[in-house]
């Protein structure tokens, strides 16, 4: 596969999953209350939770602005050693990876650019409507990520009888997460799974005594 084939597939990628992860978060946000949990089957549920950290609702040290000013210059990185890799000719595989996570990065960069000036965050159960530029929540850099996808599995009562966790409710893969959680995280286990020897080449060595 030629290399300018290589650039536009990891383009159209890029853009198809931006694309279809911000008309997600914007039918979510405009159209449900914070808070709000719809049941498509005992377990899927779309539950709507904004959050100031990674994927799946993480934190990370440093706050808002360190984490969106991170994520920017990961996304930067990221876009440079694809360009790199697709001119040492690496497989169209290992290139769809690295753009999967390119592009749930930069999908949850988004959020954190422009939703606060763009969006209000009204009280339940009013749903979040458009706002002119710079009346949003919050300032440029600080809106908050959508996330909506909701798998409880499992979930389940601990008996009395267990020590600290008597009768506490407990839920199976409880994190929510959106689109763009799901991309990165399909690429980073691909990447793992078909292309771990890729993956250990970056590995440091200890020389040789």
């Known amino acids: 596969m030629s290399q300018k084939t290589k650039y536009t597939l990891s383009i159209i990628l890029f853009m198809t999953v931006l694309v279809i992860d911000q008309i997600i978060k914007i039918s979510v946000k405009t159209g449900m209350y914070l808070g709000e949990r719809i049941e498509i089957t005992s377990w899927f549920n779309l539950l709507f939770v904004e959050n100031n950290g990674m994927a799946f609702g993480w934190e990370l040290w440093g706050g808002k ?93 601990m008996p009395q009888w267990v020590p600290f966790y008597s009768g506490q409710h407990c839920v199976f893969f409880s994190p929510v997460f959106n689109f763009a959680d799901a991309s990165i995280s399909c690429g980073i286990i691909a990447l793992i799974l078909f292309y771990n020897k890729k993956i250990s080449q970056f590995q440091f060595k200890k020389p040789a005594s």
Do not use: H
Request: hydrophobic letters at 50%; charged letters at 15%; aromatic letters at 22%.
């Open 65 to 157: 602005l360190f984490l969106t000013l991170f994520r920017i210059i990961a996304i930067i990185a990221i876009g440079w050693f694809i360009i790199k890799e697709i001119k040492s000719r690496q497989p169209i595989g290992y290139i769809i990876c690295l753009t999967l996570i390119a592009a749930g990065a930069a999908g949850n960069i988004i959020d954190c650019l422009f939703y606060g000036v763009i969006f209000n965050n009204p009280p339940y159960p009013q749903v979040a409507e458009f706002q002119p530029w710079g009346y949003g929540y919050s300032e440029f850099f600080y809106g908050k990520v959508v996330d909506m996808f909701y798998f409880p599995l499992i979930e389940w009562d």
